[in-house]
């Protein structure tokens, strides 16, 4: 099978070839005089036996509105995604995921640094858990304490640290239908690609835990095509998984017929919580064969049994969650280093990655390289940047004195030429332009830093080579001198610097 990408609004088309070592890319714009829109695609190395890798980021949209994404397969079908113009689209990301074969494994999150790591790791997608984030935010159980503002403020710090979809938990959508809508486009909001909502009463429990109960089937159905609707009246995409927890609170037979009644509600992915056994697990696979499923293997000992990835392809599985994973070994290692100081020791080398990886994994280094792109004079240390302006004024001091070895020209200034007299002949000053200003400077060590001559006329460029001279009236002093022969002395003091300055009229 071949997977294509086109961009209705520039008829650009991205072709790319499954089970190929590399990924070549030709754009190719319908037209020369429509020119495409900006677009940047992120080819990673390629999946073991897909195009699970390949990330592509629209970011320029056709400028009028919406632009639609499709996904073409050699069998003629298309996934479409419509979206108004500046849509990241998270969810096209992760609907390009569920259109390739195999299972696709997610480790749930709970922070933006997991979150990060998850990604680090290669994984093309992942999921954020409501008993992590709880457990890590608050420090308390995952039985419905936690709010929406507070799981939309914590979506977002992990959507903005990653560029790979994200999956949120939004628990029972945090109240009734109506809630559910604002819940979908808040989650929309924070950049989620997909959005988890079950079939719970208030207040939830936690899965796999006692003392779950489920609202009715009418009203968990009207649930999910809130949240439709909601997506639809946004104009973004999200994808929409559709959980139950009916499997222990009723039975498996209802957890079934609630599940195919969610994919006709216009769910994008089931998933029933809990089941308990391997055939339960193939039964649920069952129902609506064109819509993909959802696992939640439950590390440290759960109701569901734990199946590898290849096993769960088996069973009809597509999507694959990990929930207790990163919260589990964190609080396990953080325990553990915690005995290890009460002790009067530090954790041994191994158990934690060194400082320089730390920072390597935090970002440290890439801040650095782009920070040069923007350092500027003022930014610098006051040592540093004196010796940075010595050098400037050692470069710009060379630079005066290859001048000033050509042979001197006399040029008229028209600021000079502003002051000839009335009937025409140049004032009492024009006499001094063919005259020499010898600007001499000793640093206060005693040697001679700069020894130069200048036409006298040059006022203009005498801060040039003398920044200390900046605010004096070297005009006036010329007017006075202007009718004396030979040398006069016009200035000698001593800068901030401690320098000597001193300017003479030749």
Same mark, same amino acid.
């Not at 008829?11 to 990924?23: E, G, I, N, T, V």
């Not at 935010?137 to 939309?152: A, K, V």
């Given at each position: 099978m071949e997977l294509s990408a086109f961009i209705s #609004?520039?008829?650009?088309?991205?072709? /790319?070839?499954?089970?190929?070592?590399?990924?070549?890319v030709a754009l190719s714009p319908s037209s020369s005089s429509s020119p495409p829109s900006t677009l940047l695609y992120f080819l990673t190395k390629p999946a073991k036996s897909s195009l699970k890798r390949l990330k592509l980021i629209l970011p320029a949209i056709h400028p009028r509105g919406a632009s639609r994404t499709a996904i073409a397969c050699s069998d003629g079908s298309y996934s479409n995604n419509t979206a108004p113009a500046g849509d990241p689209s998270p969810a096209r990301a992760l609907r390009r995921i569920l259109e390739l074969p195999g299972v696709h494994q997610g480790p749930a999150c709970f922070d933006a /640094?997991?979150?990060?790591?998850?990604?680090?790791a290669g994984f093309d997608y992942c999921f954020t858990s409501g008993f992590s984030i709880s457990a890590a935010?608050?420090?308390?159980?995952?039985?419905?304490?936690?709010?929406?503002?507070?799981?939309?403020d914590q979506g977002q710090q992990i959507t903005r640290a990653v560029s790979i979809p994200v999956i949120g938990d939004a628990d029972n959508g945090y109240g009734n239908a109506m809630n559910v809508k604002r819940t979908v486009r808040g989650y929309i909001r924070a950049g989620f690609a997909g959005i988890i909502?079950?079939?719970?009463?208030?207040?939830?429990?936690?899965?796999?835990?006692?003392?779950?109960?489920?609202?009715?089937?009418?009203?968990?159905?009207?649930?999910?095509?809130?949240?439709?609707?909601?997506?639809?009246?946004?104009?973004?995409?999200?994808?929409?998984?559709?959980?139950?927890?009916?499997?222990?609170?009723?039975?498996?037979?209802?957890?079934?017929?609630?599940?195919?009644?969610?994919? +006709?509600?216009?769910?994008?992915? /089931?998933?029933?919580?809990?089941?308990?056994?391997?055939?339960?697990?193939?039964?649920?696979?069952?129902?609506?064969?064109?819509?993909?499923k959802m696992a939640n293997m439950l590390e440290g000992g759960g109701k569901t049994p734990i199946f590898n990835p290849l096993e769960l392809e088996e069973i009809g599985y597509k999507l694959v969650a990990y929930p207790l994973t990163l919260i589990g070994v964190s609080i396990q290692s953080m325990q553990d280093s915690l005995r290890a100081i009460k002790g009067g020791r530090i954790p041994p080398p191994g158990s934690m990655p060194s400082f320089e990886e730390m920072k390597e994994i935090l970002g440290f280094n890439i801040y650095y390289e782009e920070e040069k792109r923007y350092s500027s004079n003022s930014s610098q240390p006051l040592s540093q940047r004196a010796s940075t302006m010595q050098q400037r004024s050692?470069?710009?001091?060379?630079?005066?004195? +290859?001048?000033?070895? +050509?042979?001197?020209?006399?040029?008229?200034?028209?600021r000079m030429y502003a002051n000839s007299g009335g009937d025409g002949s140049k004032a009492a000053f024009s006499g001094i332009w063919s005259r020499k200003l010898r600007v001499k400077i000793i640093g206060r060590d005693g040697f001679e830093r700069l020894d130069v001559r200048i036409p006298a006329g040059f006022l203009d460029g005498i801060?040039?080579?003398?920044?200390?001279?900046?605010?004096? #009236?070297?005009?006036?002093l010329l007017d006075d001198a202007a009718g004396e022969v030979g040398g006069k002395l016009l200035l000698d003091f001593k800068d901030t610097m401690g320098d000597r300055i001193q300017v003479f009229l030749e």
């Open positions: #609004n520039r008829d650009c088309a991205l072709s /790319l070839p499954r089970r190929q070592s590399s990924l070549p /640094l997991s979150a990060k790591l998850v990604e680090k935010r608050l420090g308390l159980p995952d039985t419905g304490l936690i709010s929406y503002g507070e799981m939309i909502l079950e079939d719970q009463v208030s207040p939830k429990a936690c899965g796999h835990t006692r003392g779950r109960k489920v609202i009715s089937r009418e009203e968990a159905i009207m649930k999910i095509k809130a949240a439709v609707d909601a997506r639809k009246e946004i104009g973004f995409d999200i994808v929409i998984v559709a959980r139950t927890d009916s499997r222990q609170a009723i039975s498996l037979e209802e957890a079934l017929w609630r599940s195919r009644a969610f994919a +006709d509600a216009g769910a994008d992915v /089931l998933f029933i919580d809990a089941l308990a056994s391997k055939e339960e697990m193939k039964a649920f696979c069952e129902v609506a064969p064109n819509v993909p050692e470069e710009n001091t060379e630079q005066i004195v +290859d001048i000033v070895r +050509d042979p001197i020209v006399e040029v008229i200034s028209p801060t040039n080579i003398v920044p200390a001279l900046g605010g004096v #009236n070297i005009k006036e």
